[in-house]
């Protein structure tokens, strides 16, 4: 599986932005995907991860209510509306894929994805 995540920016705090994640390489619509983000000196970060058929998706409390994924698995491409923003959003954000079988619906952990896409950076101005 190959990803390719965009639609980073610079934004002033409570502007949106739209990410993207474009899969290829495999069924797109097999498999649970998730978000996450890294801020220099920081781990990777959990942000938001969605089932295979998108019913099911589960939200880190810092971006509850503020951030929204969906998935159109027709165009196999995952999305992450990202409203309110805040300087602390501030992050390069990567989009994960897990293809392994496992039980859950979605993950949350970096550890249980196997696929990564190379990052967008999203920048929020105070």
């Known amino acids: 599986v190959q990803l390719q995540a965009s639609g980073g920016g610079l934004v002033q705090a409570g502007g949106s932005l739209r990410l993207s994640c474009a899969a290829s390489g495999r069924p797109f619509s097999n498999y649970p995907m998730g978000w996450f983000r890294q801020s220099p000196g920081k781990e990777r970060e959990f942000v938001v991860a969605?089932?295979?058929?998108?019913?099911?998706?589960f939200y880190a409390n810092s971006v509850e209510g503020r951030f929204t994924i969906s998935r159109d698995n027709a165009k196999n491409t995952v999305y992450l509306q990202m409203n309110s923003l805040k300087p602390e959003d501030t992050a390069v954000y990567y989009c994960a894929a897990r293809t392994k079988i496992g039980g859950k619906y979605y993950y949350t952990h970096a550890y249980e994805y196997d696929y990564w896409g190379q990052g967008t950076q999203v920048t929020v101005s105070s």
């Open positions: 969605i089932s295979w058929g998108g019913g099911s998706t």
